[in-house]
């Protein structure tokens, strides 16, 4: 209910923040993925479970990892259409997300799958992708440096000037 001998005042202001944040132990994928473009993931040393996004230590067996580089190829495991982002991807909608399975990996990775005509058959379960990176220029050693297409539009997609492939 109104209350009528309050009125608010507001005054539109902003606030700005500067920050940093460390990416800990996966630091290594980030800055491979920037400098050489470098999909890496971690391999258990005792069971050989492969993991993508990588782990220090295995989930399963918790033993130590180390670092596997792993295809750029790979395929959906599962996914859906998004509708609604954020400023960084508005101008990018409609486009799917997905759970990836690298080639030699076995668990999946999330990130976005482009394409230029997206209809659900393009982000099907077994759909094979490939990933496609920003220019050295553009890369930041974020997620955002590569993204996916489906494997058949890969030469149109590599021939944009902003991007380029990966192997
Ligand atoms: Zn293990």
Redesign the pocket.
Known sequence: MTNKNFEAHEIRDEISINYKYSLGSQSKFFIDLMNDKKLQGTK??????IWMPPRMG??????D?EWIELPHRGEIMVSTIVWYTTSDFIQKIPYGIAFIKLDKADTGMLQGVFSENLVPSKLRKGQLVRAVFKTKENREGKMTDFFFVPEEEYETWINQPEYEGGE
């Open positions: 258990c040393k005792k069971c050989g479970k295995c989930s399963d067996c918790f033993e990892t």
